[in-house]
């Protein structure tokens, strides 16, 4: 499992796979499914929402994407690059523009144990992703470090730090493959 706190890697995988990955999600038939709260469940709103495709889920033991042969390549990598034995799971999200600047709700990706978490940016745009300080949920944070969404960028972070993504306001949307691995 990865030692350091955050880690940034830019140009993660080659040009022309990063570009078959673009052209997946850009196709009109690409499955994407609405969530009224991208970040959690607790709470529904009318800007929170986004769209998510799920890839992969350990409880199930199943790649549900019908593009996993094409997506699977760049799990297993990441799992390499962050040294870890198990793929938690996987799933693209995309957030929309906002006219304003739209932080989501903090969380933690619903491990009880330690896990890296991932995300994986698919296009340029605005709409940071925040990582904090604490570990706990308690309404209370300090931001440790922001990453702006850059194609072909791969953010590793330790599980246990609350964080959060926002919507873009400069950008049509924000897509990414947020995974977990332990």
């Not at 009109?28 to 890839?55: C, D, M, R, T, V």
């Not at 799990?75 to 906002?98: S, V």
């Amino acid at each position: 499992m990865i030692d350091e706190d955050i880690i940034v890697f830019d140009n993660f995988i080659s040009t022309e796979y990063h570009q078959q990955l673009q052209n997946i999600v850009a196709r009109p038939s690409f499955a994407w499914s609405y969530n009224q709260n991208i970040s959690s469940q607790n709470k529904n709103s009318k800007e929170l929402f986004g769209f998510s495709h799920n890839i992969f889920d350990a409880n199930m033991q199943i790649w549900f994407s019908e593009h996993s042969d094409k997506i699977k390549p760049l799990i297993i990598e990441i799992q390499k690059t962050a040294k870890c034995n198990n793929i938690l799971r996987a799933r693209f999200d995309m957030t929309l523009f906002n006219e304003k600047e739209l932080i989501h709700e903090p969380h933690v990706d619903f491990y009880n144990y330690k896990n890296v978490s991932s995300i994986y940016y698919l296009n340029d745009s605005d709409g940071d992703t925040i990582i904090y300080n604490e570990k706990e949920l308690n309404g209370e944070y300090t931001v440790k470090k922001k990453i702006s969404p850059k194609a072909n960028r791969l953010v590793l972070f330790k599980g246990e730090f609350v964080h959060t993504g926002s919507s873009p306001n400069n950008h049509n949307n924000r897509i990414l493959i947020n995974s977990n691995y332990n």
